[in-house]
């Protein structure tokens, strides 16, 4: 039955948390740091469909403890992302790029001691609340309204996303949003698959929305990247010259607009996949 499976689904990746939420605290390890962030946005898709379910489960206030920690490892992966980045492009940049490169892991630094300090108040011990309202929302709920209300959760983001993009726009606004909804997107279609064993040969639509939100990625990185070379030149002092930024701030533009480029085929592949569904 659908409870059993989403219940395993819930406690698979809540164990997946905590286990890089200690990799991300005790080793600073960017991987744990990304993949606990992946996690936790399959953990916030899974509240949501709970909540499609029975609108009695509040997906907001039950993901309240799961936000916190999202939003205190948000700031140390986008500093660990934009030192990996600027180490793969700095000798292709003819700039000196050492003090940008300080300036990152000086973010870094800062950014994992307060993760540190966050987690004196034990977050991982609040994260398993959540599992019995779960287990209370699923209760009055049989199977065929279960995968009904899953099936239109999931074509809901599927016309939402469709529609953001409506007109080919591409504007950054719209990016943003469709880069969020494809990952919830992406991950209810694979509590679908998992726990209701739906769409048993969906696997190329997961390689489309994948490639859709991993293009939106690294798009996202090279926004985040322009908003970190503005502040590193009002906030770093002797090295933080208006040269260096204008060199970073370009390389950043061209990669967006390079990206932006890649996205529309990509989407238009995505699309094409879902109309098989």
């Known amino acids: 039955m659908f ?23 005790e080793q600073n390890d960017p991987e744990g740091v990304h993949d606990l962030r992946v996690e ?20 907001r206030e039950n993901f309240k403890e799961f936000r916190k920690i999202s939003k205190k490892t948000n700031r140390l992966r986008d500093s660990q992302v934009q030192y990996k980045l600027l180490e793969n492009v ?16 000086k973010m870094e630094t800062e950014n994992h001691e307060a993760l540190r300090i966050f987690s004196e108040h034990n ?10 309202d779960i287990k209370s929302a699923f209760k009055p709920i049989t199977h065929i309204w279960a ?7 999931l074509y809901n983001l599927l016309n939402d996303i469709i529609l953001m993009n409506g007109n080919n726009n591409t504007g950054n606004t719209k990016l943003h949003k469709v880069r969020i909804l494809a990952k919830e997107l992406h991950y209810t279609f694979e509590i679908l698959q998992q726990s209701f064993h739906l769409f048993p040969e969906g696997d190329e639509f997961v390689n489309h929305i994948s490639r859709v939100h991993k293009i939106l990625g690294k798009w996202h990185d090279c926004e985040v990247g322009i908003a970190y070379v503005t502040e590193f030149l009002e906030n770093g002092g002797k090295d933080a010259s208006p040269e260096l930024h204008k060199t970073l701030r370009d390389y950043f533009l061209c990669e967006k607009e390079g990206l932006r480029k890649m996205f529309s ?7 094409q996949a879902a109309s098989a569904l």
Do not use: C, W
């Open 265 to 271: 085929p990509a989407f238009e592949d995505f699309k």
């Open 147 to 153: 995968e009904t209300k899953a099936l239109g959760r």
């Open 123 to 132: 977050p991982l011990n609040q994260l398993k609340k959540s599992k019995k």
């Open 40 to 59: 936790l946005k399959r953990m916030k898709a899974f509240f949501n469909l709970v909540e499609a379910l029975n609108p009695d489960f509040h997906a």
């Open 90 to 105: 700095k000798t292709s940049l003819n700039a000196d790029v050492n003090g940008y490169e300080q300036f990152l892991k």
């Open 3 to 25: 409870q059993s499976e989403m219940l395993d689904y819930f406690r698979s990746h809540l164990n997946n948390i905590k286990h890089n939420y200690i990799l991300a605290l």
